[in-house]
Every structure is written in C-alpha cells, then in structure tokens.
C-alpha cells in the first residue's frame, strides 16, 4: 500500500540556518510528489511538485526538494529560514488507480524558527 | 479570482445533528476533495469527485455523504453528527493532467467542527 512517512514530527531552527525536512515514501511505481505548507489557521499551500525530469525541483518562497528513487526519498530544503517560515510542512504521495488521482499526505512536520 | 471556498468557517452542533458544508471553487477544476484534518493524523480523504455528477468514497467516508451537482460545487453533509466527527475539514480542487500540472491540489481555509 501506498504510504508516505515525515519522521520528525517538529523541528526548531535558528533564523538563517538551514533546513531540511525529510520524507520517504512507498509506491511501487514514480509517483506525484509534493510539499505543501500549512501556516497557523489556515489551509494547505503548494510549495512545489514533481512528477518526471530534473530530480532537483524549485519552489516557491526559496524552497526546493531533491527526488532521490534508490532512497524513495523527496527532502525539503532551504538554505537560510526566515521566521515566516513558521508552520507545518506535508509531503505527499499521488497516484492513478481505477478511481481516479489520489493523494496521500504525510503526518507533517512543524518547524520552529528561534530568533 | 476567490480559489477555493467554504462555509460556514466555524460550526458547533450536538450528537445527531445533520449539517452540510458548502465549497465552492471558480478554477474550473474537474477534481474536488473533502478531507479531514486531525492532530499528528495529516489529512485524511473522505470523499472526492472526478467531475460533475460522479464520486467517490476515500479512506474515512463512514459517516459522510457529498454531491456534485454543479462543477465549482462539492457539498459535504453529516446526517447524524457524532464527536467522533470533531475535526478540521478542508476542501481542495485540482485539474485532471494537463500541460503543467501534476494534479496539485488548490485548498480552501478549512472549516472548524465541533460535535457535542
């Protein structure tokens, strides 16, 4: 069965550090990849996606993922956090069966920015 | 353009209440989801549409029914709330595949429940 895994529940980081927020993945084929963001209140947003092509993907807000199949991995990146940067974060697995496009998300990871 | 929508924001009923949540989008997405958003759960898919007239039962749909009568709506009703069913729920819509587009999910502000 199709799964998705954030294994960091939290995460706290400086301002202007680096970040990295992991996610692996369980399909047997490529599957649809994303990173969504959550701020407070609020629902989720498209931080960036990846289906086929080039493994390094850039999103929106300087964040970019590296799909890595020998892993079935799909980390998030930013080099230097702002504290705007502050939410939870969602990997997330698409796919084509008999119904349809589904998505699977992950558990999310909320990230911390300390000053 | 508004994206997605949904009403009312906040709802509080008692055990065995019946409510509907209306969401409404102006994307002309052929896809809608309703999901519900539990602490350290993600987002959990109650139903979806493919298109006007059609759905479909995901992981959680005990307890829910929706309909698709019109493409920019996708109604969410409860018929006999129950606590279990306290939640976050947030609608999304998405293209079918096209030049550019991965089946990304565009999401409304979630609607907050609250079953007594």
């Known amino acids: 069965a199709q799964s998705v895994t954030q294994p960091d529940i939290h995460i706290t980081v400086s301002e202007g550090a680096s970040l990295e927020l992991r996610c692996n993945y369980s399909y047997g084929a490529t599957p649809y990849l994303f990173w969504y963001v959550q701020s407070p209140g609020q629902g989720l947003q498209l931080l960036l996606k990846y289906f086929s092509g080039d493994t390094l993907v850039q999103g929106i807000k300087g964040f970019e993922a590296e799909f890595k199949r020998s892993q079935s991995s799909f980390n998030l990146r930013k080099p230097s956090v702002h504290w705007s940067d502050a939410a939870e974060y969602f990997c997330a697995v698409g796919y084509l069966d008999t119904g349809g496009f589904k998505t699977i998300f992950g558990a999310g990871t909320r990230l911390f920015v300390k000053a | 353009n508004a994206g997605v929508t949904q009403t009312p924001k906040f709802r509080v009923l008692k055990t065995g209440q019946s409510m509907t949540l209306l969401c409404a989008q102006d994307m002309n997405h052929e896809y809608m989801y309703w999901y519900r958003q539990d602490p350290g759960m993600g987002l959990r898919l109650?139903?979806?549409?493919?298109?006007?007239?059609?759905?479909?039962?995901?992981?959680?749909?005990d307890g829910y029914n929706v309909s698709r009568l019109k493409k920019q709506n996708f109604l969410l009703g409860l018929e006999s709330a129950a606590p279990s069913q306290t939640s976050v729920y947030f609608c999304a819509s998405s293209y079918s595949r096209r030049a550019g587009h991965y089946y990304e999910q565009y999401f409304g502000p979630g609607t907050r429940l609250t079953v007594t």
């Open chain 2, 46 to 61: 109650i139903h979806y549409s493919v298109g006007e007239g059609t759905t479909a039962k995901g992981e959680v749909p």
